[in-house]
C-alpha cells in the first residue's frame, strides 16, 4: 500500500485528501530538423492543420492538450496514437508528425526540440494526494506539507 500518491487529477473523492504542488506548461515537441523547432514559442493557431502524434486517450496532458486547441477554435490531424511516452517520443524522432508533452515532462533528446505553446492557457497539475485519514501520520503531514510548499 502506498501512503502517498502523485497524480495529474485533482482528488474528487472525499475518502481523499491532496494539496497541489507544480503546473506545467504545454509544448511542442518536434524533430530538430523541423521548421518550428528552432522558435522561441508558438501559438496555438500555428497548429492548425499540423499532423500529430498523440499519446492514447487518458492521458491527462493529451485532455488538457485538447481543451486548448478547443479554447483556440483549432483543428489538428492525429496521424497516429501511442499508448506510451516513449513510443511518442520514438514517433516523432522518425518524423511521424508533431506531439505535445508538458514542460518538465520534455527530458533530453538530442532528436528533439520543445517549443513552448505560448497561449496555451490550460496547463497539466500536478497533485501529492494520500488517504484523507492518513493524512495527519508524521511521514505523510509532512510530505503533503512540503509538496505544498513548492
Same mark, same amino acid.
Given at each position: ?5 502523485? #497524480? ?8 481523499? +485528501?491532496?494539496? @497541489? ?8 515537441? %518536434?524533430?530538430?530538423? *523541423? =521548421? ?9 493557431? &500555428?497548429? &492548425?492543420?499540423?499532423? $500529430? ?7 491527462? #496532458?493529451?485532455?488538457?492538450? &485538447? @481543451?486548448?486547441?478547443?479554447? *483556440?477554435?483549432? !483543428? ?17 524522432? /522518425? ?5 505535445? %508533452? ?5 527530458? *533530453?533528446?538530442?532528436?528533439? !526540440? $520543445?517549443? =513552448?505553446?505560448?497561449?496555451? /492557457?490550460?496547463?497539466?497539475? &500536478? +497533485? ?9 501520520? =508524521?511521514?505523510?503531514?509532512? $510530505? ?5 510548499? %513548492?
Amino acid at each position: 500500500m502506498a501512503d502517498v500518491a502523485i #497524480t495529474a487529477r485533482a482528488p474528487d473523492d472525499p475518502r481523499l +485528501y491532496g494539496v @497541489k504542488f507544480l503546473s506545467m506548461r504545454l509544448g511542442l515537441c %518536434v524533430p530538430v530538423s *523541423h =521548421p518550428l523547432a528552432e522558435r522561441e514559442s508558438v501559438f496555438m493557431a &500555428e497548429l &492548425e492543420g499540423l499532423s $500529430f502524434v498523440m499519446r492514447e486517450r487518458g492521458s491527462r #496532458t493529451r485532455e488538457i492538450f &485538447e @481543451k486548448n486547441l478547443a479554447d *483556440h477554435g483549432i !483543428s489538428i490531424q492525429p496521424v497516429i496514437e501511442i499508448s506510451s511516452r516513449e513510443g511518442v517520443r520514438e514517433a516523432i524522432a /522518425n518524423g511521424v508528425g508533431c506531439g505535445v %508533452v508538458a514542460d518538465l515532462e520534455f527530458g *533530453h533528446d538530442a532528436r528533439l !526540440s $520543445f517549443v =513552448p505553446l505560448s497561449d496555451a /492557457n490550460e496547463l497539466v497539475d &500536478e +497533485y501529492a494526494i494520500c488517504l484523507a485519514e492518513r493524512r495527519h501520520l =508524521p511521514l505523510v503531514r509532512r $510530505f503533503i506539507e512540503e509538496a505544498g510548499r %513548492v
